[in-house]
Structure formats: C-alpha cells, structure tokens
C-alpha cells in the first residue's frame, strides 16, 4: 500500500500531470453563444469530423434555426434543440498541449440554475461568455441577468480561476472600445465577488466564424490592439488546482445507471483520496457498503483514480434502488457523517426579502438540492474580522454574514469546511433565486 501512495503522489503532484483532470465550466448569459462557441471550439480541434459537421448544418437549416449548428455538438436534446437553449449540464472531453479537460456546457436560462450550480460544485476553474453586442452584455449583466449570478455562484462554490470570453465581438467590429468598456465593468464586478485581478483573463472571439479560439485570429481589426492568447491557449495557463489526494476517498454521485452486468454504475468527480478496484466503499446516507468492480476514466477501463478524476464506478454488493444522486462514496474507515441538522457561516446576497427563524430554503450541495428550513439565527457576524457583533437576531438581511442552524427534510452527507473545503461548501436558493452562499462549521447529529 505505501509503495502504491508513493507512486500516486509522484504522479498527481507534478504540475504537468496535476493540471490534466481540470473540469471546466462554460458559463454565462443564456444569449451570450456559449454552446456554439464551445461545440465551434471541439471542431477546430478535430473532435467533431467534417461530415458530422455538416450534417448538423443541414439539419439546423432545416429547423430555421441555421446559426446553432455548432451548438448542437454540445446541445444534443430534441427540446434544447427545438428551444435554442442549453437545459442540461453537457460534458464532452477534449485535450490541449498540456491537458486533458473535461468542459461542462452550462445553462445560461434562469430556469436552470440548479443544473448549472451541479456543474459549478464539480468544476476547478471557469470560461464565463459575454456577448459584447451593445444592449445585449447590458441585458446579461444588470439585474435580473444571469452573468453576474453565474459569476457569483462559481465563486461561493470555490472557483478561483476565470477566463472571461467577450463573444461575438465580430458584430461590432471588433472595437477595442467596446471591449474595454465591457472588461472594466466586468473586472469591477468581480473583484467584489472575490476573484483577484491576477486570477482573470479576457479574451475577445467569435463563436461563430471561429476567430481567436484554437488559434490566434488573423483579424487585422483585432491584430492591431489585442496582444492576448487565444482561448486554448488561455486554457493552457491556468494553473494547477490543489487536490486532496492524502485525505480519506470521497465521491458525490451525479449519475447512477444499471451496468449491462450483475452490477451498476455511478458517475461524479473524486472530490478527495484515491480509490483501486476491489475496494470496499460505505455509501452515505443510505449507510450501505459496496465493492469497486471496475474504474472507467475518459472511456477507458484503468486500475485506479484519484482526486480530481472524473470516473464512472462499477460497483456490486449493494442494491441499485437504494442509491441515489447525491450519495457520497466513502472510505470504510474514515466514512462521512449524514445528519438532518447543522450550523454554518453564511453570506447573503444581494436579497431583499428579510431572513427570518422558520424561513424556507432549498440547500444546494455538490449534486444535490434539498429542501430545508433555517432552524436558528445564531448571530452576525463582522464582514472582516468575523467577530460577533450581535446574538440571537430576529432577522438577516442582504449582505449580511452570519452563523445559522439549517434542519433538512431527509438525511445530508457533507463535512466541515475546515476538514474538506470541497464537501463543505453549499448555497441557498428561495423562489427561483440564489439568496446566499455557506460553509458547513458545526454537524449536530
């Protein structure tokens, strides 16, 4: 076993291979053109062949909806073709120089937040579309727009790294006032939310005729101000995430489907630990043990993964039905703790709805939402120090941090964010609107 850690730690903390298990979010504004940029993207790099290509212009042409042919690479439902909009968090693999990525195409639509904060909580880093059409970034970014929520989101549920992707900048010129004018107002916004300066990047494409993506554009209206990498060259500098490799195995489930064999299979992102075929796993909450079958990693069977991985487990021993999205695969020995009640630290958004004892939310976790009730208001806390400067509140407000006591209707695997920053994370959301982000600080039972 010591000689099997040696090995795995060599591998997985050498930068180069470090950064090859980067999961990315493409997110923004639901017009901003993410899934025909991204599926335009696949295409120049030769992970969608010309006839199928072609076929899909045709196909769109014939649906009257001729310019979403390079989103149908990643758009692949009949309603999100019929609509014109991604519902479902889609997930395709492809490779750089440098990495291997697995791109998670998130809905931009309102109604789809919730898918799109499953894909945030798996996700190491962030491409965010803006459309820099004039009213449409203005659209997507002021109230009520889904860039800013989107930016917030991906933040409170631990990305630090963003590349900002100013889209269509063919339909004004490729103005290099309009581009700084959208990246300042951006850039402020985003140092409020917690990202540094350091750590964002703004690159100006087309998605659909294909400049500055897989290569540097050729545009001499953009070649005369723009000095920047193109987008994959973008992807390959950000810099490696820090995995929990020496922590006990912790897997969500985002997927759970009946194998062709005596067995099934489950999806998600390792979140910590490492896990071999022929382990023995405990499933929480159902509180259930298991044993590892076989390992697929990038559509290839491998003998064991780690954090950071995006696998698909064949697992026997345990009954289907009693698996569910949202189960945390765990180590026999250290497993994770499942409770109906805990505190945590929590950050109000910009919500104007006081927060009261007995208020109702739906807690979203890794992959997961499940209703709730804000039990107890324990205190406010100062933005900066964290001192208490009030017990007991008799409400929250925006902006407000505070401690609080969250009941759930049915049993939560999670962990305390100072042991496990990845499973200690989640939201709130009320009424179709995200209200705040917390930290998990106390399990009660």
Excluded at 53 to 65: D, N, V, W
Excluded at 191 to 219: C, H, R, W
Excluded at 267 to 289: C, F, H, S, W
Aim: charged share 25%; aromatic share 8%; hydrophobic share 40%.
């Amino acid at each position: 076993m010591q000689q099997i850690w040696s090995f795995l730690y060599k591998r997985y903390s050498s930068d180069e291979y470090h950064c090859a298990r980067c999961i990315f979010l493409n997110s923004g504004h639901v017009d901003a053109g993410k899934s025909t940029l991204m599926g335009h993207l696949l295409y120049l790099l030769g992970h969608v062949n010309k006839r199928t290509m072609h076929k899909y212009e045709q196909e769109s042409k014939k649906a009257g909806k001729a310019s979403f042919a390079y989103a149908w690479v990643l758009d692949e439902t009949g309603e999100e073709r019929q609509r014109g909009v991604t519902m479902d968090v889609g997930m395709t693999k492809f490779e750089t120089k440098r990495k291997v990525i697995t791109l998670m195409d998130a809905p931009g639509h309102r109604d789809f937040i919730p898918n799109m904060i499953t894909g945030a909580a798996q996700a190491d880093v962030a491409i965010l579309v803006v459309d820099a059409s004039r009213g449409e970034f203005e659209a997507g970014f002021e109230a009520g727009g889904q860039t800013r929520e989107h930016a917030l989101l991906v933040r409170s549920l631990g990305v630090t790294q963003l590349a900002v992707v100013v889209n269509k900048m063919d339909q004004v010129n490729w103005q290099e006032e309009r581009f700084r004018e959208v990246t300042s107002k951006l850039g402020h916004f985003l140092k409020q939310a917690g990202f540094k300066d350091s750590d964002v990047s703004y690159i100006p494409t087309s998605g659909l005729s294909g400049e500055n993506l897989a290569k540097k554009s050729e545009v001499n209206e953009l070649k005369s101000w723009y000095k920047g990498p193109c987008l994959i060259d973008q992807i390959d500098l950000f810099k490696a995430p820090q995995r929990s490799i020496d922590k006990p195995f912790r897997l969500c489930a985002s997927d759970v489907f009946k194998d062709q064999g005596s067995g099934f299979c489950v999806t998600g992102k390792i979140e910590a630990g490492y896990v071999q075929t022929g382990d023995r796993l405990q499933v929480m909450p159902p509180n259930e043990t298991c044993s590892v079958k076989g390992i697929t990693l990038h559509d290839e069977a491998v003998d064991w993964a780690t954090a950071g991985d995006h696998v698909s487990l064949t697992l026997t021993g345990v009954d289907i039905i009693k698996i569910n999205v949202g189960c945390v695969f765990c180590s026999l020995s250290e497993p994770i703790r499942a409770c109906t009640r805990f505190r945590a630290r929590v950050l109000l958004f910009n919500f104007d709805v006081p927060v009261t004892q007995g208020f109702p939310v739906i807690i979203h976790y890794q992959t997961i939402s499940e209703p709730a009730t804000i039990r107890k208001l324990i205190s406010v806390l100062h933005k900066s120090t964290g001192e208490v400067v009030k017990k007991k509140p008799k409400c929250l407000t925006k902006g407000m941090n505070a401690i609080i006591e969250l009941q759930t209707q049915r049993p939560v695997a999670l962990e305390l964010y100072k042991d496990f920053k990845e499973l200690g994370r989640f939201m709130l959301r009320y009424s179709g609107s995200s209200i705040a982000a917390g930290v998990v600080t106390e399990i009660k039972e």
